[in-house]
T-cell receptor, first 115, second 111 residues
Framework: SAVISQKPSRDICQRGTSLTIQCQVDSQVTMMFWYRQQPGQSLTLIATANQGSEATYESGFVIDKFPISRPNLTFSTLTVSNMSPEDSSIYLC????????????FGPGTRLTVL | AQSVTQPDIHITVSEGASLELRCNYSYGATPYLFWYVQSPGQGLQLLLKYFSGDTLVQGIKGFEAEFKRSQSSFNLRKPSVHWSDAAEYFCAVNNNNDMRFGAGTRLTVKP
């Protein structure tokens, strides 16, 4: 299994600012993902973080709003840009091996509140 | 497109009672199914997974799940619930690294 850490664990931000969330995996994974979990909701996939290339975004999410980097196999960042109160959510990073039969391992999440 | 339905938003059981959380999936081929648990303020922890073989799958913390193709279901069970099981439970299906989650079932455990 993989152990995934995220920083920061929580933050309170002002409208119009940006926050970068870091995700570190303790072992090499082939796939890394970013999810959003709005209050009381399930997880929604934002994008798949691709090593050394642009992330693959899901419908409804765009690179200008959620730029993602993955410079190597074990590290990725998600930036929430030009934040509004609607961006208040938990943001979760996950990683795993490629293949449908493989589970994803999740970080503890970053709880973001935008005022 | 694949989807997962968890019909029960919230379930309350007494400590020591049995538990069953329902999950139905919609998917054309053999599904790869997972149950995760999320305690308050925590990330998701894998309880168990199914992708082939025996339809009754054993997981951690005394949980098990049964895959029933005829009913498109993958229900999670535990014979005796502990107070520490109070959490949010998510069923998920994975198709080629596209993992879709159900809406979740919140479990409350009464003393």
């Amino acid at each position: 299994s993989a152990v995934i850490s995220q920083k920061p664990s929580r933050d309170i931000c002002q409208r119009g600012t940006s926050l970068t969330i870091q995700c570190q995996v303790d072992s090499q994974v082939t796939m890394m993902f970013w999810y959003r979990q709005q209050p009381g909701q399930s997880l929604t996939l934002i994008a798949t973080a691709n090593q050394g290339s642009e992330a693959t975004y899901e419908s409804g999410f765009v690179i200008d709003k959620f730029p993602i980097s993955r410079p190597n196999l074990t590290f990725s960042t998600l930036t929430v840009s030009n934040m509004s109160p609607e961006d208040s959510s938990i943001y979760l990073c996950s990683g795993g091996l490629a293949g449908s039969g493989n589970e994803q391992f999740f970080g503890p999440g970053t709880r973001l509140t935008v005022l | 497109a694949q989807s997962v339905t968890q019909p029960d938003i919230h379930i309350t059981v007494s400590e020591g009672a049995s538990l069953e959380l329902r999950c139905n999936y919609s998917y054309g081929a053999t599904p790869y199914l997972f149950w995760y648990v999320q305690s308050p303020g925590q990330g998701l922890q894998l309880l168990l997974k199914y992708f082939s073989g025996d339809t009754l799958v054993q997981g951690i913390k005394g949980f098990e799940a049964e895959f029933k193709r005829s009913q498109s279901s993958f229900n999670l069970r535990k014979p005796s619930v502990h107070w520490s099981d109070a959490a949010e439970y998510f069923c998920a299906v994975n198709n080629n690294n596209d993992m879709r989650f159900g809406a979740g079932t919140r479990l409350t455990v009464k003393p």
